[in-house]
């Protein structure tokens, strides 16, 4: 991993786990000073650890992205302080992903769903974004799905919490990106982790027949928003890259 986010500061959701933890480690490795973040300081600080074993510079932050937007902006206030006034880089990683039979979904699932997913990317960007683009710079990720691209049953409500960002991402493109500020979404495929390893064989067969091959590790997902955040995509705004073994592009034929 190149040093090219050196003098940054990134500020991952959802870092205590899974993606989210594999995208902290993997700024960290390429430079960044990371606020990692999550409810869980536990986990939390295990990920801190890591990272500055590898010798790289990381802190913890607590928030819990259901909690309302006072709140919230509360937490965007911290974070920056945190990050010494500076923000250069926002991932929004963390998602719920309760499914089932739309009828029978309860509403504190649902509530849950638009409050983590959906409002909560909308806030931290409207708190902190402004800031990067009176600055001329910064960059944002937002973790999207490869659901949001077919329709699955079960999921519909998570689904569209994926689309939503991703539309989300295409307008806030074209809201800060004249002032600096790229603003991509990296839609995942079938990807082992915590969250789901309990459904391993199920994940395998998803995956059997697409060009891959296989689930992604986290560490897929981690390059690409690695790269999206570097200056190597400075022409990319709006984009959504999709880091899916191709389980949205093909057909098995
Ligand atoms: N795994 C896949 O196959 C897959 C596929 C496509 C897209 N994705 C997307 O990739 C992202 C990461 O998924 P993952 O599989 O790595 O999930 P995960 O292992 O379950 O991790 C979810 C993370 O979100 C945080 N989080 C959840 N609710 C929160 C809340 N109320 N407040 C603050 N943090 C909260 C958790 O932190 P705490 O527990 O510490 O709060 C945890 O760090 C999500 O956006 C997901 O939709 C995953």
């Not at 690409?224 to 949205?248: S, W, Y």
């Amino acid at each position: 991993m190149t040093q090219h986010l050196t003098g940054r500061t990134a500020l991952v959701t959802g870092a205590t786990s899974g993606i989210g933890a594999a995208i902290a480690r993997t700024l960290g490795a390429a430079g960044a000073h990371v606020l990692v973040t999550g409810r869980d300081a536990g986990r939390g600080a295990l990920v801190v650890d890591d990272i500055r074993k590898a010798g790289g510079s990381a802190g913890f932050e607590a928030v819990d992205l259901a909690a309302g937007a006072d709140d919230l902006r509360a937490f965007a206030g911290r974070a920056l302080s945190a990050a010494g006034g500076n923000l250069d880089i926002l991932v929004n990683n963390a998602a719920v992903y309760p499914v089932g039979p739309t009828a029978t979904m309860n509403d504190a699932d649902t509530a849950g769903l638009l409050a983590v997913n959906v409002l909560a990317p909308h806030i931290l960007v409207g708190a902190l974004v402004p800031a990067m683009a009176e600055r001329g710079h910064g960059t944002v990720v937002t973790v999207g799905s490869w659901m949001a691209s077919v329709g699955t049953a079960y999921t519909a409500l998570y689904s569209a919490t994926k689309a939503a960002v991703e539309h989300l991402t295409r307008c806030w493109a074209a809201e800060y990106g004249p002032r600096g500020v790229r603003i991509n979404t990296v839609s995942p495929g079938v990807t082992l982790t915590p969250g789901n390893e309990a459904h391993r064989p199920l994940l395998d067969q998803m995956t059997a027949a697409t060009p891959a091959g296989r689930v992604a590790q986290p560490e897929d997902i981690a390059r690409a928003v690695a790269f999206l955040v570097g200056d190597d995509a400075r022409m990319i705004h709006g984009a959504t890259l999709a880091v899916d073994g191709g389980i949205t592009a093909t057909r098995p034929s």
